[in-house]
């Protein structure tokens, strides 16, 4: 079943065109990556489905129903939720407020302790840094606050934008340990990643981005094997 349908979608900052009419979809209970170089329309893409940009053409869908004009805080309570570039987490917050206003969509306060407590058993670190101002974290320390956060509400779809970027090999390694975990959990997860041989390596599916254009998709274990994406993501 799809989850997510995205159809000749375009997006122009100015006169500039963006997104070429990319088309991709993302099936219930999958991981699905969109790799390619910097300035590829990742990001891009992934703003767009959030409504955080405008969309020029084309048409989003999640669960059936059109989500072109929906904006980004009515998403969340529909079950989606973003890890955005950058991490981007509330620097003049604690660890806890920003993971309380994570769960802002949830009314059962014993049920925001309880996943509180659950997040800081996954991140012991930010258990330990409760109470510290968000932005005096290190740079891995709030890439798993921005996963935390992101997961009081209890997304059906988790889209995860450049979550290794900056980060030491052995935190990358434990950040997409996380994403397999939340997965088999059951969440459905849409992932950007410029290491591509990470993506590719817990995805299902993936679809390869140059510039504003699809050039190439399929399952992702036959992408990995594939000589251009090879030389032109892998190093190989």
């Known amino acids: 079943?799809?989850?997510?349908?995205?159809?000749?979608?375009?997006?122009?900052?100015?006169?500039?065109?963006?997104?070429?009419?990319?088309?991709?979809?993302?099936?219930?209970?999958?991981?699905?990556?969109l790799i390619g170089a910097n300035g590829a329309g990742k990001t891009t893409t992934m703003q767009s489905i959030m409504g955080l940009i405008p969309i020029k053409g084309g048409t989003v869908t999640y669960n059936?129903?059109?989500?072109?004009?929906?904006?980004?805080?009515?998403?969340?309570?529909?079950?989606?939720?973003?890890?955005?570039?950058?991490?981007r987490v509330f620097q003049d917050l604690t660890v806890y407020e920003n993971l309380v206003l994570g769960a802002y969509t949830q009314k059962d306060k014993a049920q925001i302790r309880k996943d509180i407590d659950e997040i800081y058993s996954r991140f012991p670190r930010l258990g330990e840094r409760?109470?510290?101002?968000?932005?005096?974290?290190?740079?891995?320390?709030?890439?798993?606050?921005?996963?935390?956060?992101?997961?009081?509400?209890?997304?059906?779809?988790?889209?995860?934008?450049e979550p290794s970027m900056g980060l030491s090999p052995l935190l990358v390694d434990q950040?997409?340990?996380?994403?397999?975990?939340?997965?088999?959990?059951?969440?459905?997860?849409?992932?950007?990643?410029?290491?591509?041989?990470?993506?590719?390596?817990?995805?299902?599916?993936?679809?390869?981005?140059?510039?504003g254009s699809i050039a190439l998709e399929g399952a992702a274990e036959d992408l990995l094997h594939n000589e251009s994406v090879q030389k032109a993501y892998l190093g190989e």
């Open 130 to 161: 409760s109470r510290q101002v968000a932005g005096t974290l290190s740079g891995g320390e709030q890439q798993m606050l921005a996963m935390g956060r992101a997961m009081m509400s209890h997304p059906k779809l988790l889209m995860l934008d």
């Open 1 to 33: 079943m799809e989850m997510l349908k995205v159809e000749n979608l375009q997006v122009y900052y100015g006169v500039i065109c963006a997104l070429k009419g990319i088309s991709f979809h993302v099936d219930q209970g999958e991981i699905v990556s």
């Open 64 to 87: 059936g129903q059109v989500i072109n004009r929906v904006p980004g805080h009515k998403l969340v309570s529909r079950g989606m939720s973003q890890v955005p570039e950058g991490r």
């Open 175 to 211: 950040v997409f340990d996380i994403i397999r975990d939340y997965h088999r959990q059951g969440v459905t997860v849409l992932l950007v990643e410029q290491n591509a041989k990470k993506a590719l390596s817990i995805s299902d599916r993936a679809y390869v981005l140059e510039t």
